[in-house]
């Protein structure tokens, strides 16, 4: 008789998943089973702290109570519709939303692929309807180095030749340009153009934040040229940076929001394309959907996360810890840090490349009880939960300096 699984070790759990599941991650060799806000634990009951939060996706942390609570009311109740009926959480989710990022309609999806994926077919019927570009014509233009998901239509616009070789041919209809360059995106917007898509600012590009203005340039050039600013917040957005949305910074409000990873809580998938109404009339019924988009489980937990960020709290801790965080970080310049970028609770940091890749650094953080993740080369990227406790953060930063100047 096999040993039920939660009795395995790691390195046993590990193995067994090498001829079944497919090759697409390189995950840390460690096993969580059970974790509670910024804490995880692993099948043998060692603790780490989490420093990843699921991407951004646990940026309340596990397992909040609030969110938790929300998710166990609902499948006491109802869980799954489709859209084929209404149901009665989907309205309330909606409305709050659209309140909270100053927005009046939204489309709800799962993940955050199919926001971008959606956000990319309403600003091309955009571009037909209402701005009049000839059928077939619409382009998007786009950043280099951009993270916007993994669809075959994401990735046609991709500058990561892993994310994309071997997945042509492509979609046509996206122009690249160097993010953070006004001039470079003013000269590829024309007649022909629905709408800029960027991240304000880019995470898995290793958390890089653009010049003071560069926003709020996007928003006047757009404007001007007539097509939509569609910001991609799935990572940046719902407190990470401080601010409900990271394109608060400069005040400047899109025309799309694309929204996901936090928004279900780390429980269930959520994500939404959040527009005002001009915009997003231009779906109607058939044109679009999702079987799971907007179900009654994902709508009570995505209310859940609305209420949450309601009160500010969150934005408020992410500005506060965001200081320490980059306090501990200016300390660690020279002593293994050669640089960093950060907003709020959100770091991307160039570790020393004499002390080894992001890869061997994670792990290495991994052994003193800390997990993150690279990005590329010798940047990892340092995002807790918003819950995590200055003392938490404090404790992780001591353990960054131990790793970054003795080694272990
Ligand atoms: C994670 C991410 C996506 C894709 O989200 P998935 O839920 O993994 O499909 C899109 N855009 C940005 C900025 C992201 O960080």
């Given at each position: 008789?096999?040993a039920?699984?939660?009795?395995?070790?790691?390195?046993?759990l590990?193995?067994?998943?090498?001829?079944?599941?497919?090759?697409?991650?390189?995950?840390?060799?460690?096993?969580?089973?059970?974790?509670?806000?910024?804490?995880?634990?692993?099948?043998?009951?060692?603790?780490?702290?989490?420093?990843?939060?699921?991407?951004?996706?646990?940026?309340?942390?596990?397992?909040?109570?609030?969110?938790?609570?929300?998710?166990?009311?609902?499948?006491?109740?109802?869980?799954?519709?489709?859209?084929?009926?209404?149901?009665?959480?989907?309205?309330?989710?909606?409305?709050?939303?659209?309140?909270?990022?100053?927005?009046?309609?939204?489309?709800?999806?799962?993940?955050?692929?199919?926001?971008?994926?959606?956000g990319?077919?309403?600003?091309?019927?955009?571009?037909?309807?209402?701005?009049?570009?000839?059928?077939?014509?619409?382009?998007?233009?786009?950043?280099?180095?951009?993270?916007?998901?993994?669809?075959?239509?994401?990735?046609?616009?991709?500058?990561?030749?892993?994310?994309?070789?071997?997945?042509?041919?492509?979609?046509?209809?996206?122009?690249?340009?160097?993010?953070?360059?006004?001039?470079?995106l003013?000269?590829?917007?024309?007649?022909?153009?629905?709408?800029?898509?960027?991240?304000?600012?880019?995470?898995?590009?290793?958390?890089?934040?653009?010049?003071?203005?560069?926003?709020?340039?996007?928003?006047?050039?757009?404007?001007?040229?007539?097509?939509?600013?569609?910001?991609?917040?799935?990572?940046?957005?719902?407190?990470?940076?401080?601010?409900?949305?990271?394109?608060?910074?400069?005040?400047?409000?899109?025309?799309?929001?694309?929204?996901?990873k936090?928004?279900?809580?780390?429980?269930?998938?959520?994500?939404?394309?959040?527009?005002?109404?001009?915009?997003?009339?231009?779906?109607?019924?058939?044109e679009?959907?999702?079987?799971?988009?907007?179900?009654?489980?994902?709508?009570?937990?995505?209310t859940?996360?609305?209420?949450?960020?309601?009160?500010?709290?969150?934005?408020?801790?992410?500005?506060?810890?965001?200081?320490?965080?980059?306090?501990?970080?200016?300390?660690?310049?020279?002593?293994?840090?050669?640089?960093?970028?950060?907003?709020?609770?959100?770091?991307?940091?160039?570790?020393?490349?004499?002390?080894?890749?992001?890869?061997?650094?994670?792990?290495?953080?991994?052994?003193?009880?800390?997990?993150?993740?690279?990005?590329?080369?010798?940047?990892?990227?340092?995002?807790?939960?918003?819950?995590?406790?200055?003392?938490?953060?404090?404790?992780?930063?001591?353990?960054l300096?131990k790793?970054?100047?003795?080694?272990?």
């Open positions: 008789m096999t039920p699984s939660s009795h395995r070790t790691s390195a046993e590990i193995l067994a998943e090498e001829p079944v599941l497919a090759h697409n991650y390189h995950p840390l060799p460690v096993v969580v089973a059970r974790a509670e806000g910024a804490w995880v634990e692993d099948v043998e009951g060692g603790r780490y702290l989490d420093m990843l939060a699921g991407y951004s996706a646990l940026n309340f942390g596990h397992r909040h109570p609030a969110l938790i609570e929300a998710a166990h009311r609902q499948l006491d109740r109802l869980t799954l519709t489709s859209r084929a009926f209404h149901n009665d959480r989907l309205a309330g989710f909606a409305e709050r939303l659209a309140a909270l990022t100053g927005t009046d309609m939204v489309l709800p999806m799962n993940t955050g692929a199919e926001a971008v994926e959606s990319i077919k309403v600003a091309r019927k955009w571009g037909y309807d209402v701005k009049g570009v000839p059928a077939d014509r619409a382009t998007i233009v786009v950043a280099a180095d951009n993270f916007h998901g993994r669809t075959t239509t994401i990735v046609s616009f991709s500058t990561d030749e892993t994310a994309r070789a071997g997945f042509g041919p492509f979609t046509p209809g996206f122009r690249i340009v160097p993010y953070n360059d006004l001039a470079a003013e000269a590829a917007v024309d007649e022909t153009t629905a709408a800029v898509l960027i991240e304000p600012i880019q995470g898995e590009a290793g958390v890089v934040i653009p010049d003071d203005g560069y926003l709020t340039g996007v928003r006047e050039l757009t404007r001007r040229a007539g097509c939509l600013f569609v910001a991609d917040e799935i990572q940046s957005g719902l407190g990470r940076t401080g601010r409900t949305l990271a394109v608060e910074h400069e005040s400047v409000v899109p025309d799309v929001v694309l929204l996901g936090a928004l279900g809580g780390g429980i269930v998938p959520v994500s939404a394309v959040a527009a005002s109404r001009d915009v997003l009339r231009v779906l109607h019924p058939g679009h959907g999702s079987t799971f988009g907007g179900n009654p489980l994902a709508a009570a937990v995505g859940a996360v609305v209420e949450l960020l309601e009160t500010g709290e969150f934005q408020r801790r992410a500005t506060e810890l965001g200081g320490i965080l980059r306090d501990g970080l200016e300390g660690l310049i020279g002593k293994g840090v050669a640089g960093y970028r950060s907003r709020g609770l959100w770091a991307g940091v160039d570790v020393d490349p004499a002390l080894g890749t992001g890869r061997e650094v994670s792990e290495r953080l991994m052994r003193e009880g800390i997990l993150v993740k690279d990005t590329h080369g010798s940047t990892i990227r340092l995002a807790p939960p918003l819950t995590i406790t200055a003392e938490e953060l404090q404790e992780a930063l001591g353990t300096e790793v970054l100047t003795q080694g272990s």
